[in-house]
């Protein structure tokens, strides 16, 4: 929730129920995924969902540098996630500030509750996320990003994370905020979610809603996840599709 | 249905932990990875480098999680304590069999046996450990149409290292055909494929293929024609 | 330390296939890779390009703030220049400050950029000794596969080429205006083999290599930055050579620009 301040606020919700890009309420902004974009990483992903580009890079299991970091019973995972200086509006200085690192902080630790991460004891995950072009969303899309790359990184774990953002824009409950909709409306809930158990591994909330709200929320964004699970997986069978060639067929 | 490697159970169902290709092998299922870094098996035979000396073993890098050493004895050479670097250097490329593995994920590798040794000459080109079964082939078929066409000597690390010697030229056709297989994947008919390129592209003046140079053998020749399993392209993910 | 070692033998495949002319992926001693340049990739930039050499990429990003201008030069806009090797982009990157290997790449592109004129900086004076336009030019490393410095400062042109001046944005003028470019400064760096000079270099020929030069020059013939790099050695005829050869392959870059920059 950025602040109001000065600037106008503008229509976030029509008279039809439409939203400030003509969406429904229940409604994704487009979204494609690629798996294995990046030649030298274990594991990568790209990701446009609405004016978002994000690139994700897996590295590991490999060694553990810092060495201190090493843990005896099982890998640890590292992530990065980071914004380019000409992704905002307003240049950001490049460098990872308090909110990036609380962002890797909560990103590595959804990743963790899903990675076997006993498999490989005294080992590094390591998980980059690279926000190039931003439009409120970035950590759902890097979550995204990274939960593909680290299935494309042949990674054991319990399942993808597909992770979407719940808000309250004009007094409703609306799916996957954009910019706008994430400065001026009233509440921005972002979560991701393992679909094999149904629960939640990342959720944050800023803004305000009552508890009918947060119980429609939740339930849009567990719908919404379910739809961008599709999506994640069909990029992962597109890469490594065995698509029939005639020729060879014989 | 026993949930095998690359699954796991939970409340009576088993589900894919990895992305691969769903393989029964009643009373298991398991999934065969596409992707990913080399996952260590005893008895494997891997291409490695050399990035560490200590005074009594070197560290390698196999393509594995971890690094794994190589201790002096494990060596056909009469090494003193402090003496590893006069034998092996950081950078040195070595073919070792995986020994054993414990449950620190540490790898013990030796370089005793026949075929095991530090590479001289020649190149290494890397490929997905996934894709290795298929540069085997069938019983071996595969490598030894390509050894027969291009009169290359090739060793193949089941770690996705191989390490190919010969003249430019063999390398350079050897390479060709690794990239083949690499971007080829679980495509049927890649023997048949590989071996016509190979006779499209051999130089003028050579007669018919003679019998390879001795090539080092391969470790395991598993085949890989196609996805095993009944289940197809796309029976992957974390369902 | 998350290096990875290049193998011996596969330095010494290296140098024995350059010594019959010849490279790793089949590649002629004076032959590029494939360029492709993608204007206008991020839209949050006020102007942007995706560079691609191979499996090399860079993405450069321009932002435009108002600020103030330098003492010693009251009349002229800032420009800033800083290319992030970030560890997604490589295994041998870590997370952390730059490392000296950013740090060069930022600054044989500034350099260009500076020495060549790019930017006219005096038209980005607002009101002298107070008010200026401060040029960003943002570079992020994406995929490191060798020659990072020709990949940064294509993308960096390429990006400045089709950058536009957020008037509106800063509420310094009614409409937005191209940012006006003067020269197109291409960098092209060369590696030595043994005895070949190969341009273009992968991230293997760079580690074989015993010696780097990149030589910058622009569209009216003039050399406008210089760096040689890595350990080696370098004859004063080799560079005569090798300033040739930049030329030829820095026009043939700049005309990629031309075509696609706006």
Redesign the interface.
């Known amino acids: 929730m950025g602040s109001v301040g000065a600037k106008e606020v503008p229509v976030l919700l029509d008279a039809e129920g439409r939203r400030i890009d003509g969406r429904r309420l229940d409604e994704l902004r487009p979204l494609t995924i690629r798996a294995g974009p990046l030649r030298q990483a274990d594991g990568s992903a790209f990701v446009e969902w609405g004016q978002n580009k994000v690139m994700a890079a897996v590295y590991g299991p490999r060694e553990v540098h810092p060495r201190h970091l090493q843990q005896s019973t099982k890998a640890v995972i590292q992530c990065r996630y980071n914004m380019a200086a000409f992704s905002v509006d307003e240049r950001k200085r490049p460098g990872l500030d308090r909110r990036s690192q609380e962002i890797s902080k909560v990103i590595a630790e959804a990743f963790e509750s899903v990675v076997f991460a006993e498999e490989f004891p005294r080992t590094s995950i390591d998980v980059y996320i690279e926000v190039l072009q931003a439009n409120a969303g970035t950590r759902c899309a890097g979550l995204v990003a990274g939960s593909v790359a680290l299935a494309d990184a042949g990674i054991p774990m319990v399942d993808l994370l597909p992770a979407v953002a719940v808000g309250k824009v004009g007094g409703a409950i609306a799916l996957d905020l954009k910019k706008e909709e994430d400065n001026f409306g009233e509440a921005d809930l972002p979560m991701a979610l393992v679909p094999q158990s149904g629960r939640l591994v990342l959720l944050q909330m800023e803004g305000h809603m009552t508890e009918p709200e947060l119980a429609q929320a939740l339930e849009l964004g567990v719908g919404g996840c379910r739809t961008i699970y599709e999506k994640m997986k069909a990029a992962l069978r597109d890469r490594y599709s065995v698509a029939p060639v005639a020729a060879e067929a014989s | 249905m026993k949930p095998g490697p ?1 699954t ?1 159970r ?1 409340g009576g169902k088993v ?1 894919a ?4 290709l769903l393989s029964p092998r009643p009373p298991f299922v398991q999934v065969v ?5 080399y996952v260590p098996k005893a008895g494997d035979q891997v291409v490695g ?3 560490d000396v200590q005074s009594t073993f070197w560290l390698l ?1 196999i393509g594995a ?3 794994a050493p190589l201790h002096m004895t494990g060596t056909p050479w009469k090494v003193d304590v402090g003496e590893t670097e006069r034998f092996l ?5 070595v073919v070792v069999r995986v020994e054993n593995l414990d ?3 540490r790898i013990g590798v030796t370089m005793l046996g026949d075929e095991l040794g530090k ?6 080109v890397r490929i997905s450990p ?1 894709r290795v079964p298929r540069l085997v082939g069938r019983g071996g078929s595969m490598i030894a149409t390509i050894t027969q066409h291009t009169h290359a000597e090739v060793a193949i690390g089941q770690n996705g290292r191989v ?1 190919i010697g010969g003249d ?1 030229e063999a ?2 056709r050897v ?1 060709d055909v690794l990239r083949m297989i690499e971007e080829n ?5 890649l023997t048949d ?1 590989v071996e016509r390129f190979l006779l499209a592209t051999t130089p003028t003046g050579e007669g018919a293929p003679a019998a390879p140079p001795g090539p080092r053998p391969t470790g395991e020749a598993t085949d890989d024609e ?2 095993d399993g009944d289940d ?3 029976a ?4 | 330390m998350s290096e990875e070692v290049t193998a011996e033998i596969l330095q010494t495949h290296i140098l024995d296939l350059a010594a019959e002319g010849r490279r790793l992926d089949g590649r002629g001693p004076d032959e590029y890779r494939k360029v492709s340049i993608e204007p206008g990739f991020v839209v949050t930039a006020d102007g942007s390009a995706l560079v691609r050499l191979g499996e090399t990429m860079a993405l450069a990003g321009i932002k435009l703030e108002v600020g103030k201008p330098f003492p010693d030069t009251p009349n002229a806009g800032v420009l800033t220049t800083n290319a992030e090797l970030i560890p997604l982009s490589s295994p041998t990157f870590e997370p952390g400050p730059p490392q000296p290997g950013a740090i060069e790449v930022s600054r044989v592109v500034d350099r260009a950029i500076r020495a060549a004129e790019t930017v006219d900086l005096t038209a980005l004076c607002v009101t002298p000794a107070e008010k200026c336009w401060t040029c960003f030019v943002d570079v992020h490393i994406l995929g490191h596969d060798g020659n990072l410095i020709d990949a940064a400062l294509l993308a960096s042109v390429a990006a400045l080429s089709g950058a536009t001046i957020p008037l509106k944005r800063f509420g310094v003028g009614e409409a937005d205006r191209p940012l006006e470019i003067h020269h197109r400064p291409i960098e092209c760096t060369f590696v030595r083999l043994g005895d070949t000079i190969v341009v273009d270099p992968t991230f293997d020929e760079e580690h074989a290599a015993q010696g780097r030069l990149t030589v910058a020059t622009d569209e009216i013939g003039r050399v406008v930055a210089m760096q040689k790099g890595l350990v080696g050695a370098f004859s004063p005829d080799d560079i005569k050579s090798v300033v040739r050869r930049a030329f030829v392959h820095g026009d043939r870059l700049r005309a990629m620009i031309g075509r696609n920059g706006r």
């Open positions: 690359g796991y939970v589900y932990s990895q992305l691969g990875p596409l992707s990913g870094r480098t050399v990035t890098d999680p971890r690094w250097r950081v950078g040195d490329a449950a620190t994920g590479l001289e000459g020649g190149t290494i996934a390490w430019g390398i350079r390479r994947g679980p495509r049927p008919g494929r196609g996805p197809g392209p796309g992957m993910d974390e369902e």
